[in-house]
C-alpha cells in the first residue's frame, strides 16, 4: 500500500500561472520556434499556461522571462516547430 506521505508535494515547486514573477531561475525546459517551420495557426499561444507567447508580426514569440519550461507549446504545434534547446 503506499504511505500517504508519497503523494505530498511541495506548493513551492510547482509550475504555477503567471502572476508577474519571472521564471528564468527555475524553468525546466527551453522551448525555442522555428519561424520557418511555424504555420502561424497559434495552438501554443492559446496553450501556454503562463500566457508568456505572444505574437509579433504573425509569428509566436516566447518571454523567457516568464516561461516555466512546461514544453506543453511543443506538445500541442501541429508542425513540430517548437524544439527544446539543449541546456549548457
Ligand atoms: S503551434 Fe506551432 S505552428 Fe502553431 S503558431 Fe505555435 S509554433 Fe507555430
Ligand atoms: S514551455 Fe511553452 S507552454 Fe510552457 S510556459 Fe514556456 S512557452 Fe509556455
Avoid: W
Avoid at 15 to 38: M, N, Q, T, W, Y
Avoid at 41 to 69: Q, R, W
Avoid at 72 to 84: N, T
Amino acid at each position: 500500500m503506499m504511505d500517504q506521505g508519497e503523494l505530498k508535494y511541495d506548493a513551492k515547486k510547482l509550475p504555477v500561472s503567471r502572476s508577474g514573477e519571472k521564471r528564468v531561475k527555475h524553468r525546466l525546459a527551453k522551448p525555442r520556434i522555428d519561424s520557418k517551420l511555424c504555420n502561424s495557426c497559434m495552438l501554443c499561444v492559446a496553450f501556454c499556461p503562463e500566457n508568456c507567447i505572444t505574437v509579433k508580426e504573425g509569428k509566436p514569440s516566447i518571454d523567457y522571462d516568464f516561461c516555466n519550461g512546461c514544453l506543453i507549446c511543443l506538445r500541442q504545434c501541429p508542425k513540430v516547430a517548437v524544439i527544446e534547446e539543449e541546456k549548457k
